[in-house]
T-cell receptor
Framework: GQNIDQPTEMTATEGAIVQINCTYQ??????LFWYQQHAGEAPTFLSY????GLEEKGRFSSFLSRSKGYSYLLLKELQMKDSASYLC???????????FGTGTQLKVEL | GAGVSQSPSNKVTEKGKDVELRCDPI?????LYWYRQSLGQGLEFLIY????????KSGLPSDRFSAERTGESVSTLTIQRTQQEDSAVYLC??????????????????FGEGSRLTVL
C-alpha cells in the first residue's frame, strides 16, 4: 500500500517564504508530483521530481529525498493568489497513475 | 479541445437514480483517469484507461460504478442506484501514455474542472 502525509493547513504572510512538507511510504517509487488546486477549480501541475535534489521553477521549488521518503514544495515571495490547496502525489511503477495525499490548504495573509 | 472537458459541471439527483458523467480528454492523450474528491478529502483514484482498455479499475468503490472509453477518446463514468455517499466532485484527467511519459518528461496529468454530483 501507500501512505502519503502532508499538513492539513498552513498560514503564511504575503512576501514571505513557505515550505510544505510531504512524506510518503511506497514500493516501486517512480516520481513525486506537486499540484495546486484553487477552490472549485481543477488541480494544475506544479512540479515533478524523480531524482534526489532540488528542482526550481520561478517562485516554486521542489525537493526530493528518496532515501527518506520526503519531499517539500517551497514557495517564495508569496502572493495572495498563492492561497490554494497543494497536493503531493506519488507515481508508482511504470504507469502514470498517481496516488494523492489529502492536500495542504495554504492561506496567504497580508 | 485545448483542455480536458467534463460534463455536466453540476448534477443533482435523487437517491436510487443512475447518473452518467462524461469526459473529453486532450486530443492525443492515450491515458485517461477518473478520480473523485469529497469535501476536505484528497483525490481518490477510481479507474485508469490506456487506450480503450482499463488495466487498473482497483479504485471503483462498488459494482454500482462502471466506466468505459471509446475511440481512445471520450469516457463515461456511470453510477447506478446512487447513494448519498456518492456525493463528490468527480475529476477526469488525461496524459500522454506511459511510453511517452518515460521519454518525454513527467507525463503529468491534466485535469478537467470536474463534475459535482449531489445525491439527495
Amino acid at each position: 500500500g501507500q501512505n502519503i502525509d502532508q499538513p492539513t493547513e498552513m498560514t503564511a504572510t504575503e512576501g514571505a517564504i513557505v515550505q510544505i512538507n510531504c512524506t510518503y511510504q511506497t514500493s516501486g517509487f517512480n516520481g513525486l508530483f506537486w499540484y495546486q488546486q484553487h477552490a472549485g477549480e481543477a488541480p494544475t501541475f506544479l512540479s515533478y521530481n524523480v531524482l534526489d535534489g532540488l528542482e526550481e521553477k520561478g517562485r516554486f521549488s521542489s525537493f526530493l529525498s528518496r532515501s527518506k521518503g520526503y519531499s517539500y514544495l517551497l514557495l517564495k515571495e508569496l502572493q495572495m493568489k498563492d492561497s490554494a490547496s497543494y497536493l503531493c502525489a506519488v507515481k508508482r511503477g511504470g504507469g502514470n497513475k498517481l496516488t494523492f495525499g489529502t492536500g495542504t490548504q495554504l492561506k496567504v495573509e497580508l | 479541445g485545448a483542455g480536458v472537458s467534463q460534463s455536466p459541471s453540476n448534477k443533482v439527483t435523487e437517491k436510487g437514480k443512475d447518473v452518467e458523467l462524461r469526459c473529453d480528454p486532450i486530443s492525443g492523450h492515450t491515458a485517461l483517469y477518473w478520480y473523485r474528491q469529497s469535501l476536505g478529502q484528497g483525490l481518490e483514484f477510481l479507474i485508469y484507461f490506456q487506450g480503450n482498455s482499463a488495466p487498473d479499475k482497483s479504485g471503483l468503490p462498488s459494482d454500482r460504478f462502471s466506466a468505459e472509453r471509446t475511440g481512445e477518446s471520450v469516457s463515461t463514468l456511470t453510477i447506478q442506484r446512487t447513494q448519498q455517499e456518492d456525493s463528490a466532485v468527480y475529476l477526469c484527467a488525461s496524459s500522454l501514455g506511459h511510453i511517452w511519459a518515460q521519454t518525454q518528461g513527467a507525463g503529468e496529468l491534466f485535469f478537467g474542472e470536474g463534475s459535482r454530483l449531489t445525491v439527495l
